[in-house]
């Protein structure tokens, strides 16, 4: 079944910073990433997605590439804000399947 | 966007008992919701999946007598905790997944402190 990894696990920015979280997965047939936002204390928030017809998908400050051959694809947050600081988590599926997710990286942007 | 909700938020109840958490999709209909379990500083652990008006499918190692799932309708699905015990005290998060197209988007509830004393 599908594996996915993501690193880092912890992240430390300034304020103003880019901040970069990598996922890498196993099933090459796996079509749909997902990325989630979770703030303390409550549930998971979808931020952004991207499908396996797209290489890159930007919105706003946020940005997610895919790299179907490497089978990896990345979380990228520019200008980060105080209120970035959450653990974002990725996952893959393929179609109707069911989720798998990452670990998990805990971001914490300073003032 | 979709929004889910989940009731109660927090829950304290004394061990033995049984508690019911509902989930709603409050503006699309869901075939299929999702129930997972998260422990402090980890990941998310999918518990079972909710089709409606079937059996629900649970993960492996998940009891499916104690962990008691019903997805009655396309917006309704409940999480019956029963005879819980200290060691089932947790974060339950549901979540439905919305259909469009070819591919389908998962949305998450607010989540459920469960504390069992």
């Known amino acids: 079944g599908e594996n996915v990894e993501q690193h880092p696990s912890t992240l430390s920015v300034q304020e103003g910073d880019s901040a970069v979280i990598k996922c890498t997965y196993s099933?090459?047939?796996?079509?749909?990433f997902p990325w989630y936002k979770q703030e303390l204390g409550k549930g998971p928030q979808l931020i952004i997605d991207?499908?396996?017809?797209?290489g890159e998908k930007k919105d706003q400050r946020i940005a997610v590439t895919l790299n179907k051959t490497a089978k990896h694809f990345s979380l990228h947050i520019t200008e980060t804000q105080p209120e970035d600081s959450a653990v974002y988590f990725c996952a893959a599926s393929l179609g109707f399947q069911k989720l798998v997710f990452g670990t998990g990286t805990r971001l914490l942007v300073s003032p | 966007g979709a929004v889910v909700s989940q009731h109660p938020s927090r829950v304290i109840c004394k061990s033995g008992t049984s508690v019911k958490i509902e989930c709603r999709s409050l503006d699309f209909q869901a075939t299929t919701m999702f129930w997972y379990r998260q422990f402090p500083k980890q990941s998310l652990m999918l518990m079972a999946t909710?089709?409606?008006?079937?059996?629900?499918?649970?993960e492996q190692g998940v009891e499916k007598d104690k962990f008691l799932i019903n997805h009655a309708s396309l917006t309704l699905s409940t999480l019956t905790v029963t005879s819980a015990h200290p060691e089932d005290s947790s974060f339950y998060i549901c979540s439905a997944r919305r259909a469009s197209g070819v591919q389908e988007t998962q949305y998450f509830g607010p989540g459920t402190r469960l504390l069992v004393l």
């Open positions: 909710s089709n409606e008006g079937s059996k629900a499918t649970y």
């Open positions: 991207i499908r396996s017809n797209v």
């Open positions: 099933d090459s047939a796996s079509n749909y």
